[in-house]
């Protein structure tokens, strides 16, 4: 079964930066073959996709946040990281890490079917 735990969320002035991590385990298949992504949902939104990272390390971001953040990951620590800079107060969410194969649709949630308990950002402006 894979799980997926995410860290280093925080409270931050706006203009601040955040890296959030993602660690996974339990993979039946080899890490590096996942499609990973960080979703979040503000009180009262929908969950939406921020940014993803396919197995050949192709990446995609939403408008909001491109040129902002940042998506990596590290095969070897079978880790998943969110470099946020320049954070905004609309930025403040639950952020989620989500993953699995096959993916077409990088940044729609019900393409996933893993997904971790999430970590608070509130940026304050």
């Known amino acids: 079964q894979v799980q997926l735990v995410e860290s280093g969320g925080g409270s931050v002035q706006a203009g601040g930066s955040l890296r959030l991590s993602c660690a996974a385990s339990?993979?039946?298949?080899?890490?590096?073959?996942?499609?990973m992504a960080w979703f979040r949902q503000a009180p009262g939104k929908e969950r939406e996709g921020i940014a993803a990272i396919d197995a050949d390390d192709n990446t995609v971001y939403a408008v909001s946040v491109k040129g902002r953040f940042a998506i990596s990951k590290d095969n070897a620590k079978k880790t998943l990281y969110l470099q946020m800079n320049s954070l905004k107060p609309e930025d403040t969410a639950m952020y989620y890490c989500?993953?699995?194969?096959?993916?077409?649709?990088?940044?729609?949630?019900?393409?996933?079917?893993?997904w971790g308990q999430g970590t608070q950002v509130t940026v304050s402006s």
């Open positions: 339990g993979y039946s298949y080899s890490y590096s073959s996942y499609c």
């Open positions: 989500a993953a699995d194969l096959g993916v077409t649709g990088w940044l729609l949630k019900y393409e996933y079917k893993y």
